[in-house]
């Protein structure tokens, strides 16, 4: 092989390459469906030129007849008058139209055969280029799906790098040092400040005060025993003993145990009712 053939060979392959690469189906399929558009296009004018044909040779034809009609009532009248020789003229000019009236209907029916082809061949290219229509927006879906796709699994092969989760887990751990020098922080200003202590007592009184609560609903409930009256000494003592002022806690930890009482009896109650419902069902 010369050195201009394989010179040749090699400039051929990489404008195929080049225009392989460069090619987008999307824009070609729409560039095809406009192409065969523009060929319908030209295929109706086609059409509609040979139409026009068709019925200008119907038009010739009947006004031959309608010539060869009007020789013939003029040889008629030329007999009428006597005058034979002037009806063998009018016959002859009547013979002349016959025969070309004869030769546009043989043309006219060869146009309409020929234009009845040329429409079932519109209709099927119109057809052809309907599904071409339909299978570009079907192409044009599987590679937008295709290419979104693709766009996923290089996210996912991006995201297989541990060095972003790396620095995540790095980023974690800093903010758990972070968070325990924060603790560390607030325990050290209580034991300087002297709030372990207030915070251990306010820790027993509320333990305590949810014992007595808890204690106060099972009276009410009958699941304890009821509570032990005071001696009589105490209970004068306690009336002449100035008014103690219920706080604003005490206040509403009795509320909440009304409430709570309220809705236990009322689901008893519900209970009950639905027990009876299913009984008089049976």
């Given at each position: 092989?010369?050195?201009?053939?394989?010179l040749a060979q090699l400039i051929k392959s990489n404008l195929n390459d080049l225009i392989s690469k460069?090619?987008?189906?999307?824009?070609?399929?729409?560039?095809?469906?406009?192409?065969?558009?523009?060929?319908?296009?030209?295929?109706?004018?086609?059409?509609?030129?040979?139409i026009a044909d068709e019925k200008r040779l119907a038009k010739q034809g009947e006004q031959e007849t309608?010539?060869?009609?009007?020789?013939?009532?003029?040889?008629?009248?030329?007999?009428?008058?006597?005058?034979?020789?002037?009806?063998?003229?009018?016959?002859?000019?009547?013979?002349?139209?016959?025969?070309?009236?004869?030769?546009?209907?043989?043309?006219?029916?060869?146009?309409?055969?020929?234009?009845?082809?040329?429409?079932?061949?519109?209709?099927?290219?119109?057809?052809?280029?309907?599904?071409?229509?339909?299978?570009?927006?079907?192409?044009?879906?599987?590679?937008?799906?295709?290419?979104?796709?693709?766009?996923?699994?290089?996210?996912?092969?991006?995201?297989?790098?541990?060095?972003?989760?790396?620095?995540?887990?790095?980023?974690?751990?800093?903010?758990?040092?972070?968070?325990?020098?924060?603790?560390?922080?607030?325990?050290?200003?209580?034991?300087?400040?002297?709030?372990?202590?207030?915070?251990?007592?306010?820790?027993?009184?509320?333990?305590?005060?949810?014992?007595?609560?808890?204690?106060?609903?099972?009276?009410?409930?009958?699941?304890?025993?009821?509570?032990?009256?005071?001696?009589?000494?105490?209970?004068?003592?306690?009336?002449?003993?100035?008014?103690?002022?219920?706080?604003?806690?005490?206040?509403?930890?009795?509320?909440?145990?009304?409430?709570?009482?309220?809705?236990?009896?009322?689901?008893?109650?519900?209970?009950?009712?639905?027990?009876?419902?299913?009984?008089?069902?049976?």
């Amino acid at each position: 092989m010369g050195i201009f053939s394989r010179l040749a060979q090699l400039i051929k392959s990489n404008l195929n390459d080049l225009i392989s690469k460069s090619e987008d189906p999307e824009k070609m399929l729409n560039q095809l469906v406009l192409d065969m558009n523009n060929q319908l296009v030209e295929a109706k004018k086609q059409v509609a030129s040979a139409i026009a044909d068709e019925k200008r040779l119907a038009k010739q034809g009947e006004q031959e007849t309608a010539n060869a009609t009007e020789w013939e009532r003029r040889a008629m009248m030329a007999l009428r008058a006597g005058n034979e020789e002037l009806a063998k003229e009018a016959l002859a000019r009547k013979k002349e139209h016959d025969t070309l009236a004869a030769t546009f209907q043989d043309q006219w029916q060869k146009q309409k055969t020929s234009v009845d082809q040329l429409k079932r061949s519109l209709r099927a290219l119109n057809d052809k280029i309907e599904e071409a229509k339909r299978k570009k927006n079907i192409l044009i879906a599987r590679k937008k799906r295709a290419e979104a796709q693709k766009s996923i699994q290089e996210t996912m092969h991006g995201l297989k790098d541990q060095s972003a989760f790396e620095t995540f887990d790095r980023m974690a751990g800093k903010i758990d040092q972070l968070e325990a020098e924060a603790e560390a922080g607030a325990e050290i200003a209580e034991e300087y400040t002297g709030d372990t202590l207030a915070s251990k007592f306010a820790g027993l009184e509320q333990t305590a005060s949810g014992e007595d609560d808890l204690l106060a609903l099972k009276r009410k409930m009958g699941l304890a025993p009821a509570e032990t009256p005071k001696p009589v000494e105490t209970v004068q003592k306690r009336v002449e003993a100035p008014p103690v002022t219920e706080t604003e806690s005490e206040a509403t930890t009795r509320s909440e145990q009304e409430e709570l009482a309220a809705a236990l009896e009322e689901l008893e109650a519900e209970e009950r009712a639905a027990g009876d419902q299913r009984k008089a069902s049976r």
